[in-house]
């Protein structure tokens, strides 16, 4: 039977579903990571390197191109429509690379803040000095509003050329069509037994379907 760690009566009353899946996705996390040994944990982090490669070069855009505009537009006024409560999917995979790069301590900070969070409509990550994961979702990574893909992207093709090079480029992760890391990463806690309402890639209809259609195109040869 799946292993889903369940919270404590109190806890699951006064917590929200959002929460409560984020939470439960951490503690498996921390719990299965936590019993590898260093060689394992050594091979996973390796698995890992070529999308942390990724990461780093949309980040790397991101702040030479979009800083000013989300300076101006958002942070200095408060007002940033990205980082809305619960308005981002966070795949299993992403929690596992945030736990993977993150230390016992940033680990400790993201429990906290998802079993004291006090409501309000900004997501329950996001603080004073901004993002709590040490990696953020995917998703946030790759979200930019339309008032800056205008200002940006639209007045330079050759900028909108490169953010159309890094959209393909996180589909070689993230859409399963062929093997994919993040569903990778999922099976490795489906197969010790654990399961999440976060694991989009054994549990979303759409993208089933999509793995679906890929292994009847590409059907494994018998060994
Ligand atoms: S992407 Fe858009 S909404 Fe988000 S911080 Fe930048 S300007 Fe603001
Ligand atoms: S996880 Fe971080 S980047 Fe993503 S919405 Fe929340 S605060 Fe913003």
Same mark, same amino acid.
């Given at each position: 039977?799946?292993?889903?760690?369940?919270?404590?009566?109190?806890?699951? +009353?006064?917590?929200?579903?959002?929460?409560?899946?984020?939470?439960?996705?951490?503690? +498996?996390?921390?719990?299965?990571?936590?019993?590898?040994?260093?060689?394992?944990?050594?091979?996973?982090?390796?698995?890992?390197?070529?999308?942390?490669?990724?990461?780093?070069?949309?980040?790397? !855009? &991101?702040?030479?191109?979009? %800083?000013?505009?989300?300076? #101006?537009?958002?942070?200095?006024?408060?007002? %940033?429509?990205?980082?809305?409560?619960?308005?981002?999917?966070? !795949?299993?995979?992403?929690?596992?690379?945030?736990?993977?790069?993150?230390?016992?301590?940033?680990?400790?900070?993201?429990?906290?803040?998802?079993? #004291?969070?006090?409501?309000? !409509?900004?997501?329950?990550?996001?603080?004073?000095?901004?993002?709590?994961?040490? +990696?953020?979702?995917? *998703?946030?990574?790759?979200?930019?509003?339309?008032?800056?893909?205008?200002? *940006?992207?639209?007045?330079?093709?050759?900028?909108?050329? &490169?953010?159309? @090079?890094? /959209?393909?480029?996180?589909?070689? /992760?993230?859409?399963?069509?062929?093997?994919?890391?993040?569903?990778?990463?999922?099976?490795?806690?489906?197969?010790?037994?654990?399961?999440?309402?976060? +694991?989009?890639?054994?549990?979303?209809?759409?993208?089933?379907?999509? @793995?679906?259609?890929?292994?009847?195109?590409?059907? @494994?040869?018998?060994?």
């Amino acid at each position: 039977m799946a292993k889903s760690l369940r919270l404590g009566f109190q806890a699951t +009353m006064i917590m929200s579903e959002y929460n409560r899946d984020q939470l439960e996705a951490l503690l +498996m996390v921390r719990q299965y990571l936590g019993g590898l040994s260093r060689s394992r944990i050594g091979q996973i982090k390796r698995w890992i390197q070529p999308y942390l490669r990724f990461r780093g070069d949309v980040e790397d !855009f &991101q702040k030479k191109h979009f %800083s000013e505009i989300c300076t #101006q537009r958002c942070f200095a006024s408060h007002t %940033s429509a990205c980082c809305n409560r619960e308005g981002i999917v966070t !795949f299993f995979a992403d929690v596992v690379i945030n736990v993977l790069l993150s230390s016992t301590r940033e680990v400790a900070a993201l429990l906290r803040i998802l079993s #004291q969070d006090r409501g309000g !409509f900004k997501c329950v990550y996001l603080t004073e000095n901004g993002c709590l994961w040490h +990696m953020k979702p995917i *998703v946030c990574e790759m979200f930019l509003c339309k008032h800056a893909k205008d200002a *940006v992207l639209e007045k330079d093709s050759s900028l909108r050329t &490169q953010w159309e @090079k890094f /959209y393909r480029r996180e589909r070689r /992760y993230t859409w399963p069509s062929t093997p994919v890391l993040l569903d990778k990463l999922e099976e490795l806690f489906i197969r010790a037994g654990f399961d999440s309402p976060l +694991m989009y890639f054994h549990h979303s209809p759409g993208l089933l379907r999509v @793995k679906n259609l890929s292994v009847k195109k590409h059907p @494994k040869k018998p060994a």
